[in-house]
């Protein structure tokens, strides 16, 4: 018997603008007024802007500024080199590349939304019929559970950070989405066509972070297909889904051989040598990494998900739970077999698991909804008060040893707001008093209810960060200070500079600096920049990989960082 009884009245569902404006006020915050911030944001902008300043071969082999890096699969970084292309000279390249990022945010809710909106209103999932009528209509039901999947996506604490960042996650997880999209129209008696945007996805994903995951997502869906005796399915996953994504990842590497034949053989083997060495088997250590980061980065999804499974254990088959089984199940294999340990790999769970986790709010007790309603409330809207009490010593001094604090962990950063930060933080925390009254005061029927207090104030504190704390938070990630430092030592006429920088910090000089560093083989250079750790106090063992004669002009690092430190020499009697 199917665990869910529901009068209509249940299935309000949220207005388009509605969903479109909390769309926007949870990405346009952190893209905009911000510097490429260290690691993975600064690399990532790093290649595009690469590619969008140079030649064909920036284009088809990912670089930093002359840095290989062959791991990288191209396509997020296309995207945003036309961004930057498009609207460089408008908006500055940095924001330009983040244009992709919003792109891909709004495809990647827009196909979880749709995606739930077509499994909820198959007859499967309908609610029990009621003695007396009043059930919902089956489309009412899917479009509530759709907007109940929306804003668990919102509400992802891992999500938050990684969406803000131009980096290949960000399209990865769009894709994923859009994949689901794509198998949900593939099961559905659809079309012929449907197998193709399934295929889309699936070669996309692999031109944006290799062939595992689109491999093992589609050795899935062809078991779901199996289980559930679907030829029509099964003959559009492996008669046009396949081929299709197969020729779009072939693209890439038929570029590489026609165009720049040189380089293709090397460029590939390291790309392939990367994708395999991802595959280990699973150890402790990496269910222990799940377990540790999988509980909060996956909130508030992973109870509702888990109530899922558990309420409609007698009907795994159905559509609705079988396929969102289909991607989380491979992708966290993907996970536990994966030798490296970052948060980022877990990003490609979380569309399966809103949704999952969507078809577990019409079965949740009201005790249960209450309870992650009021842990929501007190948690995030503590964190809120924190938040305000920390700008306000920042900006006072009082309290003294708040402020004392903040200023510790940035050193030398002066304070500062505009009255239109201040503005959007007073109005986003006022709208939260306004939900929370709405929510605890009319205790609404409604299924999205039991989330709208965790995204909601998951957007208020992420808001409250981006306005009143952003420009203390870009001083503390940016290298534009240490990048206009070297670049008053090299002096106006610019020439090659040796280094051992990362790929991040590379970027950065290159950006801001406008540092012209030499290839990696280049021995001829007059200058050196040399990152290393603070603790080191003699920088003689790395000097003797550059033969020469180097006398230091200067010696720096960032305010905030008490680890790398970067020295510049020059080259001695030139």
């Known amino acids: 018997m199917k665990p869910v009884r529901l009068p209509a009245a249940a299935t309000n569902a949220l207005p388009r603008m509605v969903l479109l404006a909390l769309a926007l006020l949870y990405i346009l915050p952190g893209l905009i007024g911000r510097d490429p911030w260290k690691n993975e944001d600064a690399t990532s902008f790093g290649i595009m802007w690469t590619m969008a300043h140079g030649t064909l071969t920036d284009w088809l082999t990912p670089n930093v500024a002359g840095l290989p890096l062959p791991a990288e699969s191209p396509l997020a970084y296309w995207f945003g080199a036309i961004c930057i292309k498009l609207f460089g000279w408008l908006l500055g390249d940095p924001l330009a590349a983040r244009i992709s990022v919003v792109g891909c945010f709004l495809v990647g809710s827009m196909s979880i939304w749709y995606t739930t909106y077509l499994l909820g209103r198959r007859a499967e999932a309908q609610p029990l ?47 994923v989405a859009y994949a689901m999209f794509g198998a949900a129209r593939v099961f559905d008696a659809g079309k012929w066509r449907h197998g193709m945007w399934l295929g889309l996805a699936l070669g996309m994903l692999v031109l944006t972070y290799g062939w595992l995951l689109p491999a093992g997502v589609l050795i899935a869906l062809v078991l779901l297909a199996l289980l559930r005796k679907d030829g029509r399915a099964m003959s559009r996953l492996l008669l046009l889904a396949l081929p299709l994504a197969l020729l779009i990842s072939a693209v890439w590497v038929v570029a590489l051989q026609h165009l720049i034949p040189a380089e293709a053989a090397s460029q590939f083997e390291l790309w392939m040598s990367w994708n395999i060495y991802q595959l280990n088997r699973p150890t402790l250590s990496t269910l222990a990494f799940l377990g540790k980061y999988g509980v909060w980065f996956a909130w508030p999804a992973w109870p509702f998900a888990g109530w899922a499974l558990y ?6 088959g159905s559509l609705h739970i079988a396929l969102p089984l289909a991607f989380l199940i491979p992708i966290t294999l993907l996970v536990l077999i994966n030798v490296h340990r970052e948060e980022g790999m877990l990003l490609p769970l979380l569309p399966a698991l809103a949704i999952l986790a969507a ?12 309870a992650v309603d009021w842990f929501s409330v007190m948690t995030l809207t503590t964190s809120a008060a924190f938040i305000w009490i920390g700008w306000i010593a920042k900006e006072t001094g009082w309290p003294a040893q708040i402020a004392r604090n903040a200023y510790k962990l940035a050193p030398g950063f002066k304070p500062g707001f505009t009255w239109i ?18 929510r605890i005061s009319r205790r609404p029927s409604v299924l999205w209810r ?28 940016s290298y534009a200070g240490v990048a206009e430092q070297i670049e008053s030592k090299l002096g106006s006429v610019k020439q090659c500079v040796q280094t051992n920088v990362g790929p991040a910090q590379r970027a950065s000089f290159a950006y801001f600096g406008n540092v012209r560093f030499a290839d990696e083989r280049d021995q001829s250079c007059d200058y050196l920049l040399l990152q290393d750790d603070i603790s080191n106090q003699d920088a003689s063992l790395m000097l003797r990989q550059y033969p020469g004669n180097w006398r230091m002009l200067w010696e720096g690092r960032r305010p905030s960082d008490r680890d790398e430190r970067f020295r510049l020499y020059r080259r001695a009697g030139r």
Request: hydrophobic share 55%.
């Open 129 to 175: 019929k009621l003695a007396f009528g009043g059930q919902p209509e089956p489309k009412d039901f899917g479009r509530t559970l759709a907007d109940g999947a929306f804003l668990i996506y919102l509400g992802f604490l891992g999500l938050l950070l990684h969406s803000h960042e131009t980096s290949p996650k960000t399209l990865q997880i769009a894709l």
């Open 421 to 438: 930060s201040l503005a959007i933080a007073v109005a986003a925390t006022i709208a939260w008093i306004v939900v929370v009254h709405w």
């Open 450 to 477: 039991a989330v709208v207090l965790s995204s909601g104030g998951v957007i208020l504190c992420w808001v409250l960060l981006m306005t009143l704390w952003l420009p203390w938070v870009n001083y503390g990630k």
């Open 359 to 370: 078809f577990g709010l019409p079965t949740m007790k009201r005790g249960a909804i209450n």
């Open 311 to 316: 309420a409609w254990r007698r009907q795994l």
